[in-house]
């Protein structure tokens, strides 16, 4: 699927919606930034640019972009210089503050962090951006919502997509491996949440829609099949794993809501995430840990399709242990994680409902993958494919499987297994 195809135009769609996403241009080749001067021209935007980057990235593409761009435009610039750069109030206003009035186009010239400090100072000042991608290392590229970290709590914020994606894939290839490998991760993240939102669509009549889990699935086996070309670095590999990013962003955008991209994996991604922020230090990178807690997603389908649903064992929701639970698991969160759970917009799931879809339910878990299969993914490539890898002890590990299905109050697998009595941990 040609990315560039699915701009520019309403898409009739059999789901009953119009898809639509206001990003103007993608481009993913080799040698795409020399196409800078050209792409923004023809996104007439405006001769003042101000150009947003850290000191890696600045060195590795944002120091020729400044160049190829100066000749037409006036370009003022925020290099960050710190190490340990975060989405936070700080760096927003770094940025804010050094923009100088009259600026007409923001060019952030990153990956994940990066894209989301100027995706949320787009956003706030009104100035359209422009992203350089340097790492194909998560799939935020197309997004339309910023993660900021807010008293160590990571929360997500309103913001609007790029106008233009530019993905040089000669830097993206040269990325850090690690990098690369967290991309993947974020991408074998969509077998699970593809699934998990199937089940909702089935469970409680949420909005669902064969043509984004198309694309969606489509750009997925492509990343799988070019396993062997991305531990090369082979720049078709890399192309068709930076296409598969911008697309499960474009579906989030097509969808309305994050479900293709993000189920119970970046449920449980989030929940460990939270302990590495409290606990300060280098950051394990999103994809590595929705790459491991996709491999411990799977293995539940599994044993779901294995063993069906004996509904005799129906578990009866006690609110109070719950919330006591939650309490113990989300600290300074809990209040707004028992709001989400039990405040007015509370997602039920009839028991009489699982009974009488228990066919398509299993049918749902037998399409899902071997979890050894999605393991040796990970494992063929050289990523992380169990949480002590990335420092996870059993307990953090046992109490996120637990807990982590309350940060979204959505239908996903570990939910469904709570509520039919199923045993997480069984060995
Ligand atoms: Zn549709
Ligand atoms: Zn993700």
New binding site residues.
């Given amino acids: 699927m040609d990315v560039n195809s699915l701009l520019n135009r309403k898409i009739k769609c059999n789901c009953g919606k119009e898809h639509h996403v206001t990003i103007a241009n993608i481009t993913i080749k080799k040698d795409a930034l020399n196409d800078i001067p050209r792409i923004l021209e023809s996104l007439n935007i405006g001769k003042r640019i101000h150009l947003v980057a850290d000191k890696n990235t600045y060195e590795i593409a944002g120091a020729g972009i400044e160049r190829l761009v100066r000749v037409r435009y006036d370009v003022t610039k925020t290099v960050f210089q710190e190490d340990n750069l975060t989405t936070d109030l700080n760096s927003i206003e770094h940025v804010m503050h050094e923009m100088p009035s009259g600026t007409s186009c923001i060019v952030a010239v990153g990956s994940g962090t990066i894209n989301d400090i100027s995706r949320y100072v787009s956003f706030k000042s009104g100035i359209p951006y422009v992203i350089a991608a340097t790492a194909p290392s998560?799939?935020g590229y197309a997004s339309a919502v910023s993660p900021m970290i807010v008293d160590g709590i990571k929360l997500t914020r309103e913001a609007s997509p790029a106008i233009a994606i530019i993905a040089d894939t000669g830097i993206l290839a040269a990325s850090p491996y690690n990098m690369i490998l967290a991309g993947f991760g974020?991408i074998i993240?969509k077998i699970n949440s593809l699934a998990d939102w199937k089940l909702g669509a089935l469970l409680t009549g949420e909005y669902y829609c064969p043509f984004i889990v198309s694309l969606v699935r489509e750009s997925l086996e492509i990343c799988i099949s070019s396993i062997d070309g991305l531990k090369q670095r082979d720049p078709k590999a890399i192309e068709a794993l930076t296409n598969a990013l911008i697309i499960s962003g474009i579906a989030m955008l097509f969808a309305g809501k994050s479900r293709p991209?993000?189920g119970a994996e970046?449920h449980l991604?989030h929940f460990w995430e939270m302990y590495f922020l409290q606990k300060g230090g280098r950051q394990p990178l999103?994809?590595e840990k929705?790459g491991i807690a996709t491999v411990i997603m799977t293995d539940l389908y599994n044993r779901l399709a294995a063993d069906g649903i004996k509904t005799s064992r129906f578990d009866n929701d006690n609110p109070d242990e719950i919330k006591a639970g939650i309490k113990a698991a989300y600290g300074k969160q809990a209040d707004r994680i028992i709001e989400e759970n039990f405040g007015g917009k509370k997602v039920t799931i009839d028991h009489a409902k699982i009974t009488g879809c228990k066919d398509e339910i299993i049918k749902i878990a037998s399409e899902v993958p071997d979890c050894r299969v999605v393991r040796g993914y990970l494992e063929k490539l050289g990523a992380y494919f169990l949480p002590e890898q990335l420092g996870i002890d059993d307990e953090l590990k046992r109490q996120g499987i637990k807990y982590c299905m309350y940060l979204r109050n959505l239908v996903t697998i570990l939910r469904l297994y709570r509520i039919t009595g199923k045993d997480f941990f069984q060995t």
Avoid: E, L, N, Y
């Fill in positions: 998560m799939d974020d993240g991209a993000s970046h991604s999103h994809g929705v």
